[in-house]
C-alpha cells in the first residue's frame, strides 16, 4: 500500500533530484512484414508501425500531465531488419530503402527514435545480413531517427571475427558519410557481444524475436536520487552504503512499475521489462561518476574505481529484482563518456583512459559507450577495441558493446559537441599500435569452455 511519506519522497526525487522515467519504449514484431516485393515490405511496416503506436507519445505525455514523473523519451524497436527484409532486399540500398521508411514511420507517430536496423551475426552472416551492414552508413546518413545494432558474438557461439572486422570498416564509413555532423551516424550504431532481447535503450534496442506481437518496455534513470541519497550516509561502513543503494533502486524501480503498468493498460499492449540503468546525462547532478566519487573516489578512473562500480552495479540489481518480477534489459550503471559529465571531466583531468574504462566495462552494464576517438584512427584499430570488448562479455556471460565515434576532422585534445542526451566529448587517445593481422584473420575465436552447460 501506498502511503502519503512515499507520494512526498516520489515527488522530491522527481523534483530535486533528477528522477525521471528516462523511455517508454514500444517493440512491434515487423516479421509478418515480410514479403519478397519490396515495395510491400515497405508499404507493411508502415502501416504496421503507425497503426500501433500512434498513439504511443500523446499515452506518454497523459501520464507524465497525470502522474508528475517525467517521461523523457518515447520510442519503437522492431525485429532485427536483416530478418524482415531478408528476401526483398538483394543488395544494400534496398535496406535504406527500408531505413528510410522506419525513419518516416517514426516521424509521423512523433518518436524520437527507432531501433532495430539490426542483424544477429555471432555465429555467422546470411547474404541478407552482410547486406544491411553494408548499408548502415547510407542508411544512419540519410536518416534522422534510425538506430542500428550488431550482435557479433555471444558466450554460447563465440566470436565473428569476420564480422567484427566488418564492423571497424563499417564504423569509419558511417564516420565519412555523417562527417559535416562530427560523425553523428556512429552515435546511433552498436556493436553488440551478448545483446538482450528486450533491451529499451538506444542505440542498441530491438524487438526480439521471441517477443509477443507488441510490448511495453520501460527504462527508468536516476544517478541523481541514488547520490543524494549516498550523501547522508558519508563516512558509514560499506553494508550501510551497499543498503542505502538497494533500497533507493526499489524505490526507483517502483516508478517504472507504475508508469509500465500504467502505459500497458492505456495502450492495450502487454508490459514487457522494466530496465533499471542508471544511465546519466550531461546535466549536472545527473551523473554516474558522481556517485562513484561520492562513493571515496577523489575522480573517476583513480585506484579502487572498477571495485566500487562492481559495488554499485551490483546493489542497483539487488534493489530492482526486489521491486518488480520482471526487470531486463541491460539493468545497472551505464558509463557513457559524452552524456556523464563528471566522466567528461576526468577525461579532461587525465584520470581517465579508454583502457581503465574497459576494464570499467567488466562490471557494469554494457560497455565502451559514446567514445570520442581521432577521426584517423584505422578500422583494423576500431575492429580490435570491437574484438576486446565482446571478448569481455562472451567470457564473463555478460551484455558488452562499442559505441566510438572516430570524428573525421577531430584529434586528441578536441571537442565534439553531440547535443541534446548526447552531450560532448573530449577526444580520447587510442593505442597506435597496429593490431591488422589479428583482426583480418577470418573466421571465429571458438566459444569459451564454460558455455557448454547442456
Do not use: W
Amino acid at each position: 500500500m501506498i502511503n502519503i511519506y512515499e507520494v512526498n519522497e516520489t515527488n522530491n526525487m522527481i523534483e530535486h533530484e533528477k528522477l525521471d522515467v528516462r523511455t517508454i519504449t514500444m517493440g512491434i514484431s515487423l516479421l509478418d512484414c515480410a514479403d519478397s516485393d519490396l515495395d510491400a515490405v515497405n508499404e507493411k511496416i508502415y502501416k504496421k508501425i503507425t497503426t500501433l503506436a500512434k498513439d504511443l507519445v500523446s499515452t506518454g505525455k497523459d501520464i507524465e500531465r497525470d502522474f508528475g514523473i517525467p517521461i523523457v523519451n518515447k520510442r519503437i524497436s522492431v525485429t532485427p531488419i536483416a530478418l524482415v527484409g531478408g528476401s526483398a532486399c538483394k543488395k544494400p540500398e534496398d535496406f535504406v530503402t527500408i531505413a528510410k521508411t522506419l525513419d518516416r514511420a517514426a516521424k509521423e507517430v512523433g518518436v524520437n527514435f527507432i531501433g532495430g536496423y539490426s542483424a544477429l551475426v555471432s555465429k555467422g552472416m546470411t547474404t541478407a545480413d552482410k547486406n544491411l551492414i553494408l548499408s548502415i552508413p547510407e542508411a544512419l546518413a540519410t536518416t534522422d531517427r534510425v538506430c542500428s545494432s550488431i550482435n557479433v558474438g555471444s558466450t554460447k557461439t563465440g566470436l565473428n571475427m569476420d564480422a567484427v572486422e566488418l564492423m571497424g570498416r563499417i564504423v569509419t564509413e558511417t564516420a565519412q558519410a555523417t562527417k559535416d555532423n562530427d560523425s553523428l551516424g556512429c552515435a546511433k550504431l552498436v556493436v553488440f557481444c551478448n545483446a538482450p532481447d528486450d533491451d529499451p535503450f538506444m542505440a542498441g534496442a530491438f524487438h526480439g524475436v521471441t517477443e509477443a506481437d507488441a510490448i511495453i518496455n520501460v527504462g527508468v534513470s536516476g544517478p541523481g536520487v541514488v547520490k543524494v541519497a549516498l550523501e547522508k550516509v558519508r563516512g558509514e561502513n560499506f553494508e550501510v552504503l551497499c543498503e542505502t543503494i538497494k533500497k533507493t533502486a526499489f524505490k526507483i524501480t517502483r516508478v517504472g512499475q507504475l508508469v509500465a503498468q500504467e502505459a500497458s493498460k492505456r495502450l492495450g499492449i502487454p508490459f514487457g521489462i522494466i530496465d533499471l540503468s542508471l544511465a546519466p546525462t550531461p546535466a549536472v547532478g545527473d551523473s554516474v561518476a558522481e556517485i562513484l566519487e561520492e562513493i571515496g573516489l577523489e575522480r573517476v578512473g583513480a585506484p579502487g574505481t572498477t571495485a566500487a562500480l562492481a559495488m554499485l552495479n551490483d546493489q542497483v540489481k539487488k534493489g530492482g529484482v526486489m521491486a518488480s518480477s520482471y526487470v531486463g534489459g541491460l539493468s545497472g550503471a551505464f558509463i557513457p563518456v559524452s552524456e556523464d559529465q563528471g566522466m567528461i571531466d576526468a577525461v579532461t583531468m587525465g584520470a581517465l583512459t579508454i583502457e581503465k574504462l574497459e576494464a570499467m566495462t567488466c562490471v557494469c552494464s554494457v560497455g565502451l559507450d559514446m567514445i570520442a576517438i581521432p577521426g584517423d584512427t584505422t578500422p583494423s584499430t576500431i575492429a580490435g577495441i570491437i574484438a576486446d570488448e565482446a571478448a569481455i562479455g562472451m567470457i564473463n556471460q555478460k551484455t558488452t558493446a562499442v559505441r566510438v565515434i572516430p570524428v573525421i576532422g577531430k584529434s586528441v585534445g578536441d571537442t565534439v559537441e553531440f547535443g541534446g542526451l548526447l552531450g560532448y566529448a573530449p577526444v580520447m587517445p587510442v593505442n597506435p599500435y597496429s593490431c591488422e593481422k589479428f583482426v583480418t584473420r577470418g573466421g571465429r575465436i571458438p566459444a569459451p569452455i564454460h558455455s557448454f552447460k547442456n
